[in-house]
C-alpha cells in the first residue's frame, strides 16, 4: 500500500515564478468542469513573482482536501529540474516524475558561488526511487511549437501523455482550445502534441 | 463580460476563494467596498478593481486598513450594505474602529474579512484572529470551501442585518489561494443613495451612549447565540465509507480548513471507532446547548482547529459549567500544534496520538519512507529583488554612502529583501510604518548613523505619522522613502500618490515630496537610484543634516515598466559583459547580484532573458566591462 487515498489523482507542480502553472491548473479545471470531476486546486502565491519557489497541487476525485498526506502524490511535474529534485520527499515508488530540464539559476547559484547539480545527476537521484520518471527539454519542444511561452503547455501535454490523469487526450485537447486566447491557438495546441507525444511514445 | 459579473445563475466556473467571496459581495448587492491590499487577501481588490464600476459598486484602495474599515463601516451606518477586507494584521490597524463599531451596530448589512495566515507564508505573524471576534461580541463565520464561502457572505449579511451588527468573515490562506468550482447566484444590485437618519444617541459614541450601546450588544450576544445554535453552517457530519461503527464514540469539533483535513482522514483511514464531526461554520458567538449535546453523545471529543486553542478552550469551559463528564482532548494536552498550517497528516498525527492516550491503537497503513541520500548539491532559491529591481540600485548606492556602518531599521515590501546578501540591509521590522518610528528611537541611543526604508504605499499606510513624530521631536535619521509607484509586493495597486483610483478613474496624485515637507522635514531629496552617483551623493548629504532628513528615490518597479514596454511593443537594449574588459574581480556579482548575472567557470555573463535593461551594472563595473549590447552586435 503506498497512497492512503486511492480514489483521487493528486498532481503537484513545482517550478519558479512566472513558468505558467497558474494557466495549466486553469486548464485543467475548465475540463474538470466540463467532465463534472471534482477538483480542488491550492497555490502557494508568496512571493513567486520574486523568483521563489512555487507550488501547485491539483487534486481530482474523492476528494475535499485541497492538500494530500504526503504519501499521496500521483505525479510530480518539475517545470524546472532543481525544483523537482527539491520536491523529492513527496516521491514514492509509485509516483510518476515527469521533469522539465531546463534550468533556472537560483541568486544562490548566480550570485553566491553555490553549485548547480548536474541534470543527469538529478534525474538518475531521482529515477532511483521512482519506477516512471519521464524528462524533456519543455524549451526545446515549445521553439519547436513556435513560442518559447507555451513551455507550460508542452509540460501539459506531457502530463496527459502519462495517462494518470482521469481525462482522455482529446478532453484535455478541448480544454486548450476553450483556455487560451485565439491568437495563440495554434502554438499551443502544437506544444500540447508534442509534450503528449513525446511522453506517451515513451510508455 | 468579466466571468464574476455574468448574470447566469446555476452556472459552475472554477475559482480561487478570493474570487468566489468577490463574486458574492457583488451577488449580494455590496454597495461600498474599501482594502487595503494585503496578502492572502489581494485578489478580492485586484479583481474589484477591474469589475467594481461595472458591478454599479463603490470600490477604493484605501491609504490603510483602518481607513477602509471606517469607509465601509459608514456606509453601512447610513443603511446599505458594506464590505472591507483585510490581511489579519491589518485588523491590527482598524480595530480601533472595529471594537467600538461593535457598539453602534449597523444598519445595512456589514462583513469585514479577515484573512489569516497560519504558517506565515506572506505574513510577519500568524495571530488567530477569531478572538477579535471573541473580543468584540461581533458574529463571526469561517468557510471551508470557496462555494461555501460564496454561501456564507449571503448568510453573513443576513445576520448582520438581521442583528444589526457588523460580522467577521475569517478565512485561512489555504481558503483564499484554493481553487474549486462554485455554483453562480442571483446578483442583487447595489443600493441608490439613501436618506441619513440620524440617532446620534446611537451612533456618537460618547461615553452616556457607549454604556447603554454596550448593554445593547450584551444583550444581543444571547440572541446570536440561539443563531449560532440553528445556522445552518453549523452541523453535524457523519462519515460514509468508514469509521461508521465501533465501541468507542469519536466525537470531533473542527471548522474552516481543517474540516477540509479531517474527512481526507476519515474517508481514508480506518480509525476503528465511531466517529462524528461537529463541522462549526458559524463560530462567534458558539452554539453551547449544540456543543454540549454532541459532546454527551460522544466518549471522547477532540477539537480540531489551526491557530489557538479557540474551539477547544470554550468546550472545556462549557462542559465543566454544565458538569458534562466527556473528555476534550487538543492541543492544550498536547495533541496538535499551535503553530504553522495542518494538513491530513498533522490531523491523523493528532487523532492517533489522541486515541493512544486512552489506550486505543489505530492500525495506520505504513507508507513509504525514501531514503535519500542527499549526494548531490540542492542550492536554495530565495525569493529576491527582480533584476531591474530600483531597490537594488538604492541599496548599492547607500553601501557605498555609508560604507557598511549604520542600523538600518527596515519596513514591509517587497524592498525587505534587502535583508538577502549581498545587499544585507534591514536590521529591525516589527509591521508597517514601523521603520520610521523605530528610526526614531535608535537614532536616540545607537552610537551609527540611522537609515530607515519605507516604501511609497506604507509611507501613505501609516509613515506619515511617525515621520511628524521625528520632525517634531528632532530625531536625527534618514528616512529612505523607495518610491517604485505602486503598491509592488501584493501585486501592483495603485495608492494615493498615483493618478488614478480603485475605480480607474482618474484621482489627485498626491505628491510624497510636498507631504515631507509640508511635514517640516528640513532636507528632503528626490533622485533616480538607477544613478548610482547621484543616488550616493543624496545619502552622504543627508547623513550629514542634523536632524530628520528624507532621501526619496523615485523609480517605477521594473515589472510594472517591463509590462507597460511590452504593450507598447517596444523592445529594451539588453546588457552585456565584454570577456576583454573583464578583469573577474567579481564586484559585480559580490556587491550587486543582479539575477541576470551568471558565471561559467571564472567569466561573467548576463543572462538576456533576464536582463531588464536598468543600466545599473555598468555604474557598478569597475573596468567599464559591462554595458548595452552594440547595435547588430552579439
Keep these: 500500500m503506498v497512497h492512503l487515498n486511492q480514489n483521487a489523482c493528486t498532481i503537484q507542480i513545482v517550478g519558479v515564478g512566472g513558468q505558467g502553472a497558474l494557466t495549466v ?11 463534472d470531476q471534482q477538483i480542488v486546486v491550492s497555490e502557494i502565491h508568496g512571493m513567486a513573482q520574486r523568483g521563489g519557489v512555487v507550488q501547485t497541487t491539483i487534486r481530482l476525485g474523492d476528494t475535499i482536501s485541497p492538500l494530500p498526506f504526503s504519501s499521496d502524490i500521483t505525479v510530480l511535474v518539475g517545470f524546472e529540474p532543481l525544483e523537482a529534485y527539491r520536491a523529492k520527499q513527496e516521491i514514492t515508488s509509485e509516483t510518476v516524475v515527469l521533469v522539465s530540464t531546463d534550468p533556472i539559476r537560483p541568486i544562490s547559484v548566480s550570485s553566491m558561488g553555490q553549485t548547480y547539480p548536474e541534470i543527469d545527476s538529478i534525474l538518475e537521484e531521482i529515477g532511483k526511487h521512482t519506477d516512471c520518471l519521464f524528462s524533456l527539454s519543455s524549451k ?6 513556435g513560442d518559447e511561452r ?34 495563440a491557438l495554434e502554438a499551443n495546441l502544437k506544444a500540447f502534441d508534442l509534450g503528449y507525444n513525446e511522453v506517451h511514445d515513451k510508455k | 463580460m468579466h466571468p464574476l459579473l455574468e448574470d447566469k445563475p446555476g452556472k459552475k466556473i472554477l475559482v480561487l476563494g478570493n474570487e468566489a467571496i468577490t463574486r458574492a459581495a457583488i451577488e449580494a448587492g455590496v454597495t461600498v467596498a474599501a482594502t487595503y491590499p494585503g496578502t492572502p487577501s489581494s485578489e478580492i481588490g485586484n479583481t474589484l478593481h477591474k469589475i467594481a464600476k461595472e458591478a454599479g459598486m463603490y470600490f477604493e484602495f484605501s491609504t490603510n486598513e483602518k481607513v477602509a474599515f471606517e469607509t465601509a463601516a459608514a456606509a453601512a451606518v447610513a443603511g446599505v450594505r458594506a464590505f472591507s477586507f483585510m490581511k489579519h494584521v491589518g485588523l491590527n490597524v482598524a480595530a480601533d474602529a472595529f471594537m467600538t463599531l461593535a457598539y453602534t451596530g449597523v444598519r445595512g448589512g456589514f462583513v469585514i474579512l479577515t484573512a489569516d495566515d497560519p504558517g506565515c507564508h506572506s505574513s510577519q505573524n500568524e495571530q488567530d484572529n477569531r478572538y477579535f471576534a471573541k473580543m468584540s461580541g461581533v458574529p463571526m463565520v469561517e468557510p471551508s470551501s470557496p462555494e461555501e464561502a460564496r454561501k456564507m457572505m449571503h448568510y453573513a449579511y443576513e445576520i448582520s442585518e438581521k442583528f444589526e451588527e457588523p460580522v467577521l468573515f475569517r478565512t485561512t490562506t489555504r481558503m483564499n489561494h484554493v481553487r474549486g468550482v462554485i455554483e453562480l447566484g442571483e446578483i442583487r444590485p447595489p443600493s441608490e443613495r439613501v436618506h441619513f437618519e440620524k440617532d446620534p444617541g ?24 440561539d443563531e449560532a445554535e440553528v445556522s445552518p453552517f453549523n452541523r453535524v457530519v457523519v462519515p460514509e465509507k468508514m469509521n461508521t461503527t465501533g465501541d468507542i464514540r469519536l466525537g470531533l469539533i473542527t471548522s474552516g480548513v481543517s474540516f477540509n483535513y479531517v474527512m481526507e482522514v476519515l474517508n481514508n483511514i480506518d480509525l476503528g471507532v465511531q466517529v462524528r464531526v461537529l463541522k462549526l461554520g458559524m463560530t462567534a458567538p458558539l452554539p453551547e446547548d449544540l456543543i454540549s449535546e454532541f459532546c454527551l453523545e460522544n466518549d471522547l471529543v477532540l477539537t480540531i482547529e489551526e491557530g489557538e486553542a479557540y474551539l477547544e478552550e470554550f468546550t ?4 465543566k459549567e454544565r458538569n458534562i463528564p466527556t473528555q476534550v482532548l487538543g492541543k492544550r494536552d498536547g495533541h496538535f500544534p499551535i503553530p504553522n498550517e495542518y494538513n491530513p497528516d498533522i490531523v491523523l498525527k493528532g487523532i492517533t496520538s489522541a486515541l493512544d492516550s486512552i489506550g486505543r491503537k489505530v492500525d495506520v497503513p505504513e507508507t513509504e519512507k525514501v531514503d535519500w541520500d542527499g549526494s548531490i548539491p540542492e542550492p536554495p532559491r530565495p525569493p529576491v529583488l527582480c533584476p531591474g529591481c530600483p531597490h537594488r540600485g538604492t541599496y548599492f548606492a547607500l553601501k557605498r554612502a555609508t560604507k557598511g556602518k549604520a542600523v538600518y531599521p527596515t519596513d514591509i515590501g517587497c524592498y525587505t529583501l534587502g535583508i538577502m546578501p549581498p545587499q544585507s540591509v534591514g536590521d529591525v521590522l516589527i509591521c508597517m510604518g514601523s521603520s520610521a518610528g523605530s528610526a526614531g528611537g535608535l537614532s536616540r541611543v545607537v552610537d551609527e548613523p540611522v537609515i530607515a526604508f519605507m516604501g511609497d504605499s506604507t509611507f501613505f499606510h501609516t509613515g506619515i505619522p511617525p515621520l511628524v513624530n521625528a520632525v517634531h521631536n528632532g530625531h536625527d535619521f534618514v528616512l529612505n522613502i523607495m518610491d517604485n509607484s505602486t503598491t509592488a509586493m501584493t501585486g501592483h495597486q495603485p495608492h494615493p500618490g498615483l493618478p488614478i483610483d480603485g475605480l480607474g478613474d482618474p484621482a489627485i496624485a498626491i505628491s510624497i515630496e510636498k507631504v515631507c515637507k509640508g511635514l517640516g522635514v528640513q532636507f528632503v531629496k528626490t533622485v533616480n537610484p538607477l544613478n548610482i552617483k547621484e543616488t550616493q551623493k543624496a545619502f552622504e548629504e543627508a547623513m550629514a543634516f542634523k536632524g530628520t532628513s528624507v532621501v526619496i528615490t523615485k523609480s517605477p518597479c521594473a515589472l510594472l515598466l517591463d509590462r507597460n514596454l511590452r504593450k507598447a ?8 559583459v565584454d570577456q576583454e574588459k573583464c578583469r573577474k574581480c567579481d564586484v559585480c556579482t559580490k556587491t550587486f547580484a543582479c539575477p541576470a548575472f551568471y558565471k561559467i567557470g571564472d567569466d561573467h555573463y548576463i543572462d538576456p532573458d533576464q536582463c531588464f535593461s536598468c543600466g545599473v551594472c555598468e555604474q557598478v563595473c569597475p573596468f567599464g566591462a559591462m554595458g548595452p549590447i552594440p547595435e547588430g552586435g552579439e
Design chain 1, 25 to 35: 491548473s486553469k486548464i485543467i479545471g475548465a475540463a474538470a468542469i466540463e467532465k
Design chain 1, 140 to 145: 526545446e519542444k515549445a521553439l519547436e511549437a
Design chain 1, 150 to 183: 507555451v513551455k507550460n503547455v508542452v509540460m501539459l501535454g506531457a502530463l496527459v501523455g502519462t495517462e494518470t490523469l482521469p481525462f482522455t487526450y482529446d478532453e484535455m485537447k478541448r480544454a486548450v482550445e476553450a483556455s487560451v486566447p485565439p491568437k
Design chain 2, 202 to 225: 446611537r451612533f456618537v459614541t460618547i461615553p452616556s451612549n457607549a454604556r447603554k450601546r454596550h448593554l445593547v450588544l450584551l444583550d444581543l450576544i444571547p440572541r446570536m447565540r
Design chain 2, 316 to 319: 472545556k469551559t462549557i462542559l
Design chain 2, 569 to 576: 511593443g517596444k523592445k529594451r537594449v539588453k546588457y552585456t
